[in-house]
């Protein structure tokens, strides 16, 4: 019996197949670009359909098709918008995707917005379905009049799969338009938005089981039509599943191109300032944090503008880029002898929730170097991530006890130990990484009753490197901290300012 975790993720789709001991047996992924221009940012729904078929039956082959079911995990709040013929009006809208933000930053300065926030668990931010939709009734009135359903792309997915309309809790509840106290979509924001609740998909808990499959479909996937098909969650609260991560104190820390921390508690709960989401794992488990938008993307940016020379050469030489950016990293001692790095470079989301924050070197003087301000870049996306750890603390069960570290980072000895001096905290890297596949995989498991709970992914997952705090790094990061909030904290007026003339000349 083998086990399929699928992850429709933001710039690809891979597919995982596990056997019953939680070994892997097989991968495959497949990548598809990111349509940008200005502010926008969608990705072409059949082609990410293609993608999943591929995944799927690429992994099916290689172990004779035998599948006792598949599980899917997904990027959230995407919006198509589909015509009353099933037809797509719009590409697939991404998180990423800024258009709406008048509308977020409107919602955001009322009490309207903070309202929203507390019965739906998502914070007021273009990201979000809820603002995007709001564009779409007032900036293409004509798509929006002609809109029969609102959808996301699993919705997409699974609607090729089984021509049904369905969505999981878990995407619901990261839309802003559902909610979480009530688990049903919020008919205050549908009527503020003029939709009629037919215009969205049938909510289920995130263990439903789907079967019956179109035989065309099936035939594709190479499958059987009578094959379950789960409907799994979302990437983020998948990751904390799959990384053992979903036990009170337990927290989970993902650095890929973005980043996000989240743990997982027993009920909903919700930030006072609006800096934390609050999205469902099960209808009784749900997962709080914060993602962020800059993560790996801050590493790429600096491999490519300070260190292009380094990076030839390494090439040459056959060895890493990442790995010389590290090494490099390594010759300036822990806070960069006082230079700060906001990193704020595609906006923010938590903890600050503002897509017209900008990056900035605060404090450089004749005395530092490329090394000083390539290591500042690394301190300063985890200074970012820890602001979002303080807030998360308030609202846990239990004290923290492990972080729990995954994605392109956690492959940086470097990094890591700066993750656990900065937090404070014992860091565990698992041996896994491809943490939201897993995590389907594992859900799927209850769902069909084959695990009575989620214990046995500890056994599964392994652990690959272990980081304990160093005081006296400990001490100096606790020094400097405060000046990195406080200098973001003073500059929100002229970050709008900055953002502004940026759109003017650009």
Partial sequence: MHMIGVDIGTTSTKAVIYAVDGSVQATHYVEYPLLTE????EQNPDEIFEAVVS???????????????????????????????????????????????A??????????????????????????????IMWFRNEESDLFNRTAKFIGIKEYIFYQFFERYIVDYSIASATGLFNI?????????????????????????????LKGIKPEIADK??????????????????????????????????????????????QPRLDREGRLFCYALTRDKWVIGGPVNNGGVVLRWIRDEFAASEIETAKRLGLDSYDVLMRIAELVPPASDGLIFHPYLTGE????????????????TLSHKKEHMIRAALEGVLYNLYSVFIALNVLMDEPVTELKAT????????WRQMMADIFDE??????????????????????????????????????????????KNVAIYREILPLYFDIAQSLTEQYTRIANFQRRVN
């Fill in 38 to 41: 200005g502010d926008r940012a």
């Fill in 55 to 101: 995944c799927i039956r690429n992994v099916t082959d290689r172990v004779s098709h035998d599948v006792a079911f598949i599980s899917f995990s997904s990027a959230m709040h995407s919006l198509i918008l589909m015509d009353e013929h099933h037809a797509r009006l719009t590409n697939s809208i991404t998180w990423a995707d800024n258009r709406s933000q």
């Fill in 103 to 132: 509308y977020a930053k409107q919602l955001n300065s009322s009490e309207e917005g903070h309202d929203i926030y507390q019965r739906t668990g998502t914070p007021i931010h273009p990201m979000s379905p809820l603002t995007k």
């Fill in 181 to 209: 106290h009530e688990m049903q979509f919020d008919e205050m924001i549908l009527n503020k938005l003029g939709m009629e609740r037919q215009q969205l998909s049938e909510v289920t808990d995130t263990t439903t089981v």
């Fill in 221 to 266: 996937l190479g499958i059987s039509t009578d094959t379950p098909v789960v409907i799994g969650a979302s990437d983020g609260v998948l990751s904390n599943l799959g990384v053992d991560a979903y036990k009170p104190g337990e927290v989970a820390v993902t650095i890929g191109t973005s980043g996000a921390i989240r743990t997982v508690v027993d």
């Fill in 349 to 364: 989301r938590a903890p600050l929730w503002n897509a017209d924050v900008r990056g900035s070197y605060i404090g450089l």
């Fill in 407 to 414: 994605g392109g980072f956690s492959r940086s000895a470097l």
């Fill in 426 to 471: 014992n860091l565990i890297v698992p041996e896994s990484y491809e943490s939201s596949c897993l995590g389907a995989v594992v859900l799927g498991q209850y769902a069909l009753d084959l695990q009575p709970d989620f214990t046995h992914v500890t056994e599964w997952i392994g652990t690959a490197h272990e980081h304990s705090p160093q005081s």
